[in-house]
C-alpha cells in the first residue's frame, strides 16, 4: 500500500511561548536515556528560505504529541507519522522573525512528559550569497584515508568496526582530516584553489570503508577522520588560504546494514526493494530516450547501484525533503563552498532536479557537480541545467564532469596498449589522433554553458595518470598541458602532480588509490618536500625510477598550474583551434587582451608548427613568452616541436 494512504496528518493548533508565557524549561525533565535516537538536521538557522521538518525518531516516539517552548514565532505546524511508530516528522514554522537561541521540543503523552533542547541560530553575514568553484579554480580531490595521517590516535575507533590496516591495500589506512590541515600549505604552493575530499562522513562497512560512500550516518564525520567540529576547522583553515571546500556527497545510496534506520525503515519506500536483488541496467540513454520504456526507465535509477550499498527512493517526499535539510545543514554549519553528487543520474531525475533546485534557491551562487559518466557530449549536456531538452526537463543541476574529454585525451596520450603501436605524424601513442580531442571540442555547441564543464587528468574512480602515459614524464607533460589550457574548471587527483601510478592494477580500485608518501611517520621517501620527491627512485608497483623524475613533473605542473590561477584568458577567455593532421594539433585561447598559443605534438616524431595555417589569429602577435621556461619565442613554420611535447606560448596585447 502507498505510504500516502497510511500517513496520520496530525495538525496541531499550538500556540508557541515567548518567556512571558511562563513555560520554564526546569519544570519538564530532560529526555530520558534511550527516548530520542535521532532528530535531524541538528540544528537549524534564522532567515532560511528551506522548511524545517525535523526527523525525529526514538522508540514508540509516534504516539507522544509533541510542541515547541522557548521563542516567540516558531511553533510546530504538523507532525506526520510514518509507517514505522519509531519515527514523526515534524514540520516546524521559523518565521523571518524568530530570534536565535535554544530553543525545547517538548513531548507529552498523558501525565508524561520531556524536552530536547534544540538550538536555532543566527546566520553567517551573507551567507546566502556565497561565492563557489568556477573556471579560475583548480580542485585537488583527495582521498582522505590515502592522503596524511596527521592524528595516529583515530585509526582504529571503539565504536566503528573496521580496524586500520596499512599492509592491507583495501582497508583503511588511516589517513584524516588532521593531515590534510597539516598539508594545506603543500595544496596552496602548487596552485590549487579549492579541495574535494571524498566522502568523510562515517562508513561502517566491515571491509573497504575508506572510500566513504556507502554512509552509515549523513549528520556524522567519520570519527578515523575527526569529528564535525574538525571538519569545521578544516573548511575554516582552507579559506585562510584562499582554498575553497567542495564536499561529496551521495544521495542514490546508503550503506546497505549500516546505516543507523537500516533495520527500521520509516517507510518501506524510503528505498528501492524488490521481490529479490535488482541492480541498475546502467542505461543513461533510458532517462532521455524519446522513445524510451518505462520499465527502462524504471531500471536505471530504481535498480540498486551495487549490492553493497542500498538504493535511496527520492520519489519519497519525506526522503526528498530530509536530503534538502542535509545539503543545507552541511553548507551552513561548516561554511562550505560546493558540492559534488556521486553517481548523479541513478538518481530518481526530477526529485533530484527538485533537490538541487532548493539548494540553489537558498545560495543562488552555489556551485554543484554531478557525476555523469556518459561518453558522449550530447548525454552528459542533457544533465546540465537550462539545457534545451526535447522534453523539457531542467535538471537544475549547474555543472557536470566532461568525461567524454578526458576519454578522448586517454586515447590520445596513452602508452601503447595491447599490441598496438606508436602512431605517426598526427597519431597519439595509443594510436588515436589528436583529432579525437578536436572533434570531443567540437561538440561543445551541445552545452548551455561552458564555463560549468568539469575537466579531469583522473580521478579516483579512473586509471592514474601514470598508468595511462606508460609512466613516461614526456607523454604526461603533454597531457597535464592540455587539460591546465582547456576550457572548464580544472580537477586533478593527489598526486597526479608527480604522475602517480597505481600499485597494482589487479586489485582494482584499491590498487590505484596509493598512499601518499610522506603522509605516514616512517615513510622511506616524502613528496611534500623537494628532497623527498628528488630522491625517489622506486615506483609504487616496487618497479625502478629515474631519480628525481618526480620532482621534474611536480616542478612543471606547479609551473603551469600557478600560471594557470592568474590567467584569466583561460579562466573566461574564447578557444579557437585547428583541425589537427600529422603537424599536431594547435588551439588558441583568447580575449580582448590576451592570447595564449597550445601546441601539442602526441606522435613519436618531431614535427614544424604549420604557423602560417593559423593567420586569421596569429597576424600581429609578434613575441611571446614560453609560459614554462619564461623565454621569448617568435613562432614560425620553422618552429620544431619534438615527439609527445607541448608548449604554452603567451601573447600580450
Not at 509533541?66 to 510514518?82: L, M, P, Q, T
Not at 611536480?554 to 600529422?582: M, Q, S
Request: net charge negative; proline share 5%; charged share 25%.
Amino acid at each position: 500500500m502507498n505510504h500516502k494512504s497510511l500517513l496520520l496528518l496530525a495538525v496541531l493548533s499550538i500556540t508557541a511561548l515567548a518567556s512571558c508565557s511562563g513555560f520554564k524549561p526546569s519544570d519538564v525533565p530532560d529526555a530520558p536515556e534511550g527516548a530520542l535516537a535521532h532528530v535531524e538536521p541538528l540544528s537549524w538557522w534564522t532567515g532560511m528560505k528551506c522548511p524545517l521538518q525535523l526527523l525525529v525518531n526514538g522508540p514508540d516516539i509516534s504516539s507522544w504529541d509533541v510542541r515547541i517552548e522557548g521563542g516567540s514565532g516558531v511553533k510546530v505546524k504538523s507532525v506526520n507519522k510514518a509507517e514505522s511508530a519509531n519515527y514523526l516528522f515534524v514540520d516546524v514554522d521559523v518565521p523571518a522573525s524568530a530570534k536565535p537561541g535554544t530553543y525545547w521540543l517538548v513531548f507529552t503523552k498523558g501525565k508524561d512528559s520531556f524536552k530536547y533542547p534544540y538550538e536555532i541560530a543566527s546566520r553567517r553575514k551573507n551567507s546566502a550569497d556565497r561565492a563557489s568553484f568556477t573556471t579560475a579554480d583548480l580542485i585537488y580531490l583527495i582521498m582522505p584515508d590515502r592522503f596524511a595521517n596527521g592524528d595516529p590516535s583515530n585509526d582504529s575507533t571503539p565504536d566503528t568496526d573496521e580496524k586500520a590496516d596499512r599492509s592491507s591495500i583495501g582497508s583503511r589506512h588511516g589517513g584524516d582530516l588532521q593531515g590534510i590541515i597539516d598539508h594545506l600549505d603543500y595544496i596552496a604552493d602548487l596552485g590549487a584553489t579549492a579541495i574535494w575530499n571524498t566522502p568523510l562522513l562515517l562508513d561502517n562497512d566491515r571491509r573497504g570503508s575508506y572510500h566513504g560512500y556507502a554512509a552509515a550516518d549523513y549528520y556524522k564525520i567519520d570519527p578515523r577522520y575527526g569529528d564535525n567540529a574538525l571538519y569545521k576547522e578544516f573548511v575554516s583553515k582552507a579559506h585562510e588560504k584562499d582554498l575553497k571546500v567542495i564536499m561529496d556527497i551521495v544521495t542514490n545510496h546508503s550503506g546497505t546494514t549500516t546505516h543507523w534506520w537500516a533495520t527500521d525503515l520509516p517507510f518501506q519506500d524510503w528505498i528501492h526493494q524488490f521481490p529479490s536483488y535488482t541492480g541498475s541496467n546502467y542505461a543513461f540513454s533510458a532517462l532521455s530516450d524519446p522513445h524510451g520504456s518505462k520499465r527502462d526507465a524504471m531500471l536505471m535509477d530504481s535498480g540498486w547501484f551495487t549490492r553493497g550499498m542500498v538504493d535511496m527512493n527520492l520519489d519519497n517526499p519525506y526522503l526528498l525533503h530530509y536530503f534538502k535539510q542535509w545539503a543545507i545543514w552541511w553548507i551552513e554549519y561548516s561554511d562550505l563552498d560546493g558540492f559534488r553528487v556521486d553517481t548523479y543520474p541513478y538518481n530518481e531525475k526530477y526529485p533530484m532536479a527538485e533537490w538541487c533546485k532548493a539548494v540553489t534557491d537558498e545560495y543562488p551562487g552555489f556551485n554543484i557537480v554531478g557525476e555523469c559518466w556518459i561518453g558522449s557530449p550530447a548525454s552528459i549536456a542533457y544533465w546540465q541545467k537550462d539545457a534545451p531538452n526535447s522534453d523539457g526537463f531542467n535538471s537544475f543541476l549547474p555543472s557536470i564532469m566532461d568525461f567524454p574529454l578526458m576519454n578522448a585525451a586517454n586515447s590520445v596520450f596513452g602508452a601503447p596498449q595491447g599490441g598496438r603501436q606508436g602512431g605517426q605524424g598526427g597519431r597519439g601513442g595509443g594510436g588515436t589522433s589528436a583529432k579525437a580531442l578536436y572533434d570531443v571540442l567540437a561538440q561543445d555547441y551541445l552545452y548551455h554553458d561552458l564555463s560549468h564543464l568539469m575537466i579531469f587528468t583522473s580521478n579516483h574512480d579512473t586509471r592514474r595518470v601514470g598508468d595511462i602515459v606508460g609512466k613516461d614524464p614526456a607523454r604526461f607533460k603533454a597531457m597535464v598541458t592540455f587539460f591546465a589550457t582547456a576550457r572548464g574548471i580544472l580537477q586533478i587527483f593527489s598526486g597526479d602532480e608527480m604522475m602517480f601510478s597505481s600499485a597494482d592494477l589487479r586489485a582494482g580500485d584499491p590498487g590505484l588509490r596509493v598512499d601518499f608518501p610522506g603522509g605516514w611517520e616512517g615513510d622511506e621517501f616524502d613528496f611534500f618536500t623537494d628532497e623527498g620527491r628528488a630522491a625517489a627512485d622506486v615506483d609504487f608497483d616496487g618497479q625502478p625510477i629515474e631519480k628525481g623524475m618526480r620532482k621534474d613533473v611536480y616542478d612543471y605542473c606547479r609551473k603551469l598550474f600557478r600560471w594557470r590561477k592568474d590567467a584569466e584568458v583561460i579562466h573566461n577567455g574564447k578557444t579557437l583551434h585547428f583541425i589537427p593532421g600529422r603537424n599536431g594539433y594547435g588551439y588558441f585561447r583568447y580575449n580582448d587582451t590576451d592570447t595564449v598559443f597550445v601546441f601539442i605534438n602526441p606522435s613519436d616524431e618531431a614535427v614544424h608548427i604549420p604557423w602560417s595555417d593559423y593567420s586569421e589569429i596569429t597576424d600581429g602577435l609578434g613575441t611571446g613568452t614560453n609560459v614554462i621556461t619564461g623565454e621569448k619565442v617568435t613562432v614560425s613554420n620553422d618552429t620544431e616541436v619534438g615527439p609527445m611535447e607541448a608548449i604554452v606560448i603567451e601573447y600580450k596585447k
